[in-house]
């Protein structure tokens, strides 16, 4: 029996269903070794000696493929065909050799580019040993993400407290995103004019012309710079005659772009679809494992993850076949096409993202999947037999026009293109962000030295308009525009792209607002601290450069430790130069490279940085555990503070200072609306410990008036007894929202309005359904639905309403459904996938040993034997791969300042591009 190792277990059933009974296929369910996030898993002294921890549900994978290989006659090592599945088979092999299970045995590295039968069968007649160098730039990359992580992070929780973690790539991705909100913000809009003429052919036909040069100048966009120059034109051309010029004919031709790589379908599927790029990999990695088809299930697409343009011969004979049956033989090229990648960083060269069989046309397969996957799959399709097809034939079209008037004379120009052949039109075009139409209009015909006339053939319009426009700012970047521009400074791995931007939002550095991101106070925080003090390590040629290394690493022409050793030396040494840094010095050069952005200047022309309360006290950055916040240097004096940006959450007035809603009738005291470090909030007088309420999520600081401020300052209040026990029911606003209180239950609100009108019936009833959802442990919570048992691992699975929303429950893994999925359509499979990811992420937690009652020691001893045993303790952690088989590791938390046991470290919260700590506050 020859034993067969593969990633994911749906890919072991398929390929077990291939090779027959002579073949066991077991999954490692990716990978089963990660560096654990604790002092001393890369030494550097030691020529980076790693150390792998392996986690319990990894070890009981090594444990069956452990005994499957005793009875084994050979072991084939079948992970993806990319630099994380060889680390993979390279994992596996080195703990089977560690337990002497391999001795004499053949072992045979083979890689498919697809879950098909011809594919697999194919592989196994042509295995190869493991690629050393491509394990040695894994090796490399981990390390690296390692070190830079668990040195950078525990710095930055020491001088900026409240920040969370820094990465090697992560945080160069950040700088990106940074960078150009400081654009916008500080964008200068400079007013500019544009004047188009309406004229008419001698056959009456419209023909709306550009200024393109007056009174013997070149006109640009933005050189008519004011209302009294675009007048003066637009009086010369009304008394002015036209003539045209020349007409020019230019026949063009336009290619079609080369098959998807990672990149490129990441970008297109959040452009054309929608996706996130995280979400655009989850679906492609589902067409790649299979779905069932006719009983079978087979792979749709080749392996997602690559930055090869190429496809195989068979392939490009294929879609040639079907191109000519579906649109007939003028679409077929003479020669077939073939494409070349221009990324010099290119590796791991495979074919390019395409479907496994060109011949099954979407509309064949879309009734076996769901909504999603047939959508990315029709865009794969196109997008591949495009790329086969024949070129579209366009005719460019340009008219230049001669005004005269007024002895001066003007030059107009009118273009326009037409598509003379459609080509791979008929079936894809390529969206982009500067997207024109290919074919924006025809023009009418006309001959050169023919006479216009002025004026629309639309009597509505103005025969000349002159219209006033401003320039804007650089639009900030959405996923696909950030994965374009990584890929284009080589920032990065295409197949790392999704968790990089997954990670920063799950950082709170970046948010996701109408498809844009937008970097957070959080993060500009951090990215201002690193290019201050290790700006080299967010530039971006040098983290190219680094890539390029690694890159070099994997075609076997550097060696890792060289490279290792390089960049630490000069890392180790700019960490160690600020170590003594005071946090005062870091915040002083933080308010001057993030002056823009906290500290604008004022309209009235004062001092940005001058206290609006206060007549002599100065702005500056400030750190608190929970994070930055603006206040003023007279504290404790002057209380002012504000958020970081100015406006706070937009609404004006309350960054600025106090402003006075008016008095309370009850003590005749100021009632203010205030923004502080946790954003607007109103305050009843001045005294030492005033009465404070923040404005409830929704509430606006521009809609606050003295009515509202008095209804929140009034809370708590009392809503009535409880008909049971008579005890008081209040109602309030807390942490997570409204709510109603009775006897320690909380039971939530629909809105904050409701807590200053929910009577005593509401009450009873929003508490009734709480308890009945096991609040205070009362009753049990009841499933919502009854999905059955456990496909694999046996154990019901189940539906269930929480707290935070429905969630699936199997054993002690509860993971949460993702927004706007309704729990009575949730599916066995999809229900598993999200037990299956959170078990990944470590969704259990495991409760600590029972300590025996240790004997009485003297107290110095007991101190050491602490100390020793803070040393020695393990931190718990579950290592996960995520999509792209990038792995994050959570970290400790800073060290106490008595000398004390580390605590465990907190559970990964997300897979991410590198392993970076996370701040446990």
Known sequence: MKLVIVESPAKAKTINKYLGSDYHVLASYGHVRDLPPKDGSVLPDEDFAMSWQVDSKSQKRLTEIANAMKEADSLILATDPDREGEAISWHVLEVLQKKKLIKDKPVERVVFNAITKSSILEAMKNPRQLDTPLVDAYLARRALDYLVGFTLSPVLWRKLPGARSAGRVQSVALRLLTDREMEIEVFKPQEYWSILTHLKTPAGEALPASLVGYDGKKIGRLDIRSEAEATDIKAMLQASSFEVASVASKPTKRNPQPPFTTSTLQQEASRKLGFSASRAMQVAQKLYEGITIGGETTGLITYMRTDGVQIAQEAISEARSVIAKDFGDKYVPEKQRFYSTKAKNAQEAHEAVRPTELSRRPKDVAKFLDADQARLYDLIWKRTMASQMESAILERTTIDIDANGSGKKAALRVTGSVVRFDGFFALYQESRDDEEDEASRRLPAVDQGAALALGAVDTAAEPIEAAQHFTTPPPRYTEASIVKKMEELSIGRPSTYASTLQTLQDRDYVEMEKK??????????????????????????????????????????????????????????????????????????????????????????????????????????????????????????????RQLAKGGDGDGDAAEGPKVLGKDPETDLDISLRTGRFGPYVQLGEEAKPKRSSLPKGWSASEMDLDKALQLLSLPREVGPHPEDSKMITAGIGRYGPFVLHDGTYANLSSPDEVFTVGINRAVDALAEKRAKGGRGRVAATALKELGEHPEEGGPINVYDGRYGPYVKHGKINATLPKDTDPATLTMEQAVELIAAKAAKGGTKKKAAAKKPAAKKPAAKKTAA????????????????????????????????????????????????EPTPENAS
């Open 516 to 641: 844009q991101l937008v970097p957070q106070d959080k993060g500009r925080i951090v990215i201002a601290f690193l290019e201050s003090f290790f700006n080299r390590y967010v530039e971006f040629d040098f983290t190219a450069s680094l890539e390029e290394q690694l890159d070099k690493i994997s075609a076997g022409e550097l060696s890792w430790l060289d490279v290792l050793n390089d960049f630490w030396r000069d890392f180790s040494g700019a960490v160690d130069e600020i170590k003594d840094l005071r946090v005062t010095q870091v915040l002083d050069a933080l308010n001057d490279l993030l002056a823009p952005h906290i500290f604008p200047e004022k309209e009235d022309g004062t001092a940005p940085r001058a206290c609006p309360t206060c007549s002599d006290g100065q702005l500056s950055l400030k750190v608190s555990r929970f994070g930055a916040f603006i206040g003023c240097s007279n504290y404790p004096e002057c209380s002012f503070t």
């Open 866 to 913: 602490k100390k020793t045993a803070a040393k020695k303790a393990p931190a718990k952690t579950a290592a996960a791969k995520s999509a792209d088989g990038e792995t994050a590791a959570p970290a400790k938390k800073p060290a106490a300042k008595k000398p004390a046991a580390k605590k465990p470290a907190a559970k990964a919260k997300e897979p991410a591009d």
